[in-house]
């Protein structure tokens, strides 16, 4: 079954407006990643969370340990925020291994 | 400090030909991952190595794929007799530690014709 399950899968934003994306897991889980993958493929890192919320300008990013959750804030969309962004789980039951979400899609428009 | 690297970025073969992934994590950097990623999907773990040693390597389809850390640095994956829906990118991952963040190499396109 979908072990981290990403919402929506797919988006489309106006430039300058706000967003967020969400994973819920139905693992226990001890570490959260997002990424952004462009069009070329390289997954860039975004964030790495403990229970607790990062900010890093325009993005804020939120783990929810207790409530199995995690979002990822989009604030003054630009256009090279475009890509695909994905979630990834570190189980509590496999240390190390990380278990992705399905992606959400992310167009911004002018 | 220079990332993860890999090569080639792209391949494609005919079914029952072999082909072999190259990478090259961070400077530092004791774990290794491979993960295969189908198109539209997230990536999966394929196998992960502590320097030399295979960790985990339950996800590997051990008929076909096999994967080497010899020295601890650089890895190789193979894959002895490509199928078509061995279709995917191949993305290699290293962390400083087990359980540290991960970060990843550009990888490499592989169609299987």
């Known amino acids: 079954g979908d072990q981290v399950k990403q919402s929506p899968s797919a988006l489309s934003l106006q430039e300058g407006t706000n967003s967020a994306l969400r994973c819920n897991f139905s693992i226990a889980t001890t570490t959260v990643q997002w990424f952004l993958q462009n069009p070329r493929g390289s997954l860039m890192n975004l964030f790495y969370?403990?229970?607790g919320t990062k900010e890093n300008g325009r993005l804020k990013s939120t783990f929810n340990s207790k409530e199995s959750y995690s979002t990822l804030h989009i604030r003054d969309a630009q256009l090279e925020d475009s890509g695909t962004y994905f979630c990834?789980?570190?189980?509590?039951?496999?240390?190390?291994?990380?278990?992705f979400g399905q992606g959400t899609s992310l167009s911004v428009v002018p | 400090e220079a990332g993860v690297t890999q090569s080639p970025r792209y391949a494609v073969l005919q079914e029952g030909q072999a082909v072999s992934f190259w990478c090259d994590p961070i400077s530092g950097h004791d774990t290794l991952y491979w993960y295969q990623q189908p198109r539209d999907q997230g990536p999966q773990l394929l196998v992960y190595f502590r320097d030399e040693a295979v960790i985990d390597n339950s996800q590997l389809p051990s008929d076909r794929f096999s994967a080497v850390r010899p020295k601890g640095t650089n890895s190789t994956l193979k894959i002895q007799s490509a199928k078509q829906g061995d279709t995917a990118t191949y993305l290699c991952?290293?962390?400083?530690?087990?359980?540290?963040?991960?970060?990843f190499g550009p990888g490499t396109r592989l169609t299987v014709l």
């Open positions: 990834a789980a570190e189980p509590s039951s496999s240390f190390s291994k990380l278990v």
């Open positions: 991952a290293s962390s400083l530690n087990r359980g540290y963040e991960q970060y």
């Open positions: 969370l403990v229970p």
